[in-house]
Every structure is written in structure tokens, then in C-alpha cells.
């Protein structure tokens, strides 16, 4: 086996808020093999996109350690951080805002190149061109700026900005939740699309389940800054363990005929609690209909379902952990 692309241990990040301090990242592992396209899901809230912005170091983390290619880049100064740049990038959910407005469309996509000194002016030129044919634009629109364009188009060229260098790893934050459901299906098929072509690989956040299902190979499920689950998407598609996970994929309308059983409804009791004062132990415990005593004194840790398959299927649940 090849060590991951990416590899996140024991990851926290704290937000100071004026309740208190949040914990919006609480000791997360994960991994992200070469080339292939994880799928991070979750109620709004749970930490996601502050996951996302933390691995590519938007922001700073508090704890734990980032290793991307080998290379532990948690504590990494920004000027040590610019190679690693162009190997990692993040398209954001609101197209509009991550673009200059103040720049046309080709200012935008030429400054990767001049940022990391990559061609001459001529061959940076060629490379826009190339950049917006790649991403399905017409040439006109690199003289024009974003506010010009649908939202569609703006994310389309976040896209581009994104894929210019190549990069080995690309975080996709809710990419296409701002978009009309039409254009939806365009994005993630372009994304999919240039991903074969490239060999990237995607750390893909969404709390649309039918998106993740679509482009994910393997899900892992956020709950409160925790991961509760992780496994390929096909067995946590067909076999979901912890009860969050449950109640979220049984929420999904499934379009099947009335000759197949249809998947057991999973509800969860009350809200959301406070991510600045969460539950003791399990956090799902205050909503979980398995909950037992165990469950409000400790924390279940993300372990391996069996040994045969502990780094395939893992859950953090005493329901699935021996005594």
C-alpha cells in the first residue's frame, strides 16, 4: 500500500466566539489516498467547511498534524507554505465572493502563474486560454469580469483558478449548493470530468447526500467537530452503523418501485446542541434512540468494525465496539 496523499491526525481548531471557545475541529483523523475523492458530509455546523479550510492552512490548527506528500505542513511559516500551494487548492461555495471583482477574468487566472513564477507572459496567456476552453467557457469571457457572468460561469472559473497548477489535492467546499439545481449537474460533471483527466484528487464537502453519492469513493460523516464514520461509499451506502449516519441516509427519497423494500426511517430526537457547550461522552447521545449509560460518561473512539476490515469500515460507536 502507498501512504496517503494526505494524512490528518488528532486534528483540532478552536473559534473564539462571544459565548466562549468553540471547538469546531475535535481530533479528527482522516486520509486521503492519490487520486481518489472523499466525501465529507454533515448538518450544518458540524465543522466541515472549518475542516476544509484548516487542511489546506486557511486556517492555522491548534492541534494535531497535516502531512500532505510525506511532509508535515501544520506548522509551516506562509512563505514555507507557497510550494505547497500549488499542490493544494480549495474551490469555495460562494463563486462570487472568492473572485476579485476588480479583475477581469483572465487577471484572475494569469495570477497563479505569475504568484509561482510559471511561464512567460506568453506562455501564461496560452495557458488561460487553455483554461477557460478546459472548464467549458468561450474564449470572450476572459476580457470580462465576474460580476458579467451567472453563478455558474464564476464558479466554473473558481474551478480553473483551482486547477491551474495541477494540483495533486483539491478541497471542494460545498461547490455547487449556491447554484440553481440545473447548473448543479453541469459543475459536478465538469469536476468529475476534469478529475479523470488530471488524476487529482478531491476532498469533497457537501451536505448533499445524492452529490456525495454521485462523486465520493469513499464518505466519512461529521457530527459536532467529530468523525463518526468512515467507509466506502458503497457499504455506507448499503450497511450504515453509527445511528447518525442511519438517520441521515434515511432521509434520502429513493426512487424505486414499490416491489423493493425501501430503507427503515431513522429519526433523531431534538436539536442540535450547542457546539459551545457539547454533550459529554458519545455527543450523539442526547439524540440517539440506542443510547445506553455507557454512552453519557465516555467517548466511543473511531475504530475498525473487525480487524479483517479495520482500515475499510471504521465507527465511533460502543454499539459496534466490544465491552
Not at 513564477?117 to 506562455?123: A, N, P, S
Not at 489535492?169 to 449537474?185: K, M, T, Y
Amino acid at each position: 500500500m502507498h501512504p496517503p496523499l494526505l494524512d490528518v491526525k488528532n486534528l483540532v481548531k478552536y473559534h473564539a466566539t462571544q459565548g466562549g471557545m468553540v471547538r469546531a475541529v475535535d481530533g479528527v483523523d482522516l486520509q486521503v489516498r492519490a487520486g481518489e475523492t472523499l466525501g465529507l458530509v454533515g448538518e450544518s455546523g458540524c465543522g466541515k467547511s472549518t475542516l476544509g479550510r484548516t487542511i489546506v492552512r486557511l486556517h492555522d490548527p491548534d492541534e494535531g498534524s497535516i502531512t500532505f506528500k510525506g511532509e508535515d505542513i501544520s506548522q509551516l511559516s506562509r512563505r514555507e507554505l507557497r510550494p505547497v500551494r500549488r499542490q493544494m487548492q480549495m474551490v469555495f461555495q460562494d463563486p462570487y465572493a472568492s473572485l476579485n471583482p476588480r479583475r477581469t477574468i483572465r487577471q484572475i487566472l494569469t495570477e497563479p502563474f505569475t504568484v509561482h513564477d510559471v511561464g512567460t507572459r506568453r506562455e501564461q496567456a496560452e495557458r488561460v486560454e487553455a483554461l477557460v476552453a478546459r472548464v467549458g467557457l468561450h474564449p470572450d469571457h476572459a476580457d470580462r469580469h465576474p460580476h458579467e457572468l451567472s453563478g455558474g460561469q464564476r464558479q466554473r472559473i473558481s474551478i480553473a483558478r483551482a486547477i491551474a497548477l495541477e494540483p495533486s489535492l483539491v478541497v471542494c467546499d460545498e461547490p455547487v449548493s449556491a447554484l440553481d439545481v440545473s447548473i448543479q449537474a453541469q459543475i459536478i460533471n465538469l469536476l468529475r470530468r476534469l478529475q479523470s483527466e488530471s488524476g487529482s484528487a478531491y476532498l469533497f464537502i457537501s451536505h448533499d447526500l445524492s452529490v456525495i453519492g454521485y462523486l465520493a469513493d469513499r464518505i466519512a460523516v461529521m457530527y459536532l467537530g467529530e468523525i463518526v464514520e468512515i467507509a466506502p461509499k458503497r457499504l455506507l451506502w448499503q450497511q450504515p452503523l453509527h445511528p447518525y449516519t442511519q438517520a441521515l441516509f434515511s432521509s434520502i427519497a429513493e426512487p424505486l418501485p414499490p416491489s423493493v423494500p425501501r430503507r427503515a426511517r431513522v429519526s433523531m430526537k431534538g436539536d442540535l446542541p450547542s457546539p459551545l457547550n457539547p454533550p459529554s461522552g458519545c455527543r450523539f447521545h442526547t439524540r440517539c434512540p440506542h443510547v445506553m449509560p455507557r454512552c453519557r460518561d465516555s467517548a466511543p473512539p473511531l475504530l475498525g468494525v473487525s480487524q479483517a476490515d479495520s482500515d475499510v469500515h471504521r465507527v465511533a460507536c460502543w454499539l459496534h465496539q466490544a465491552a
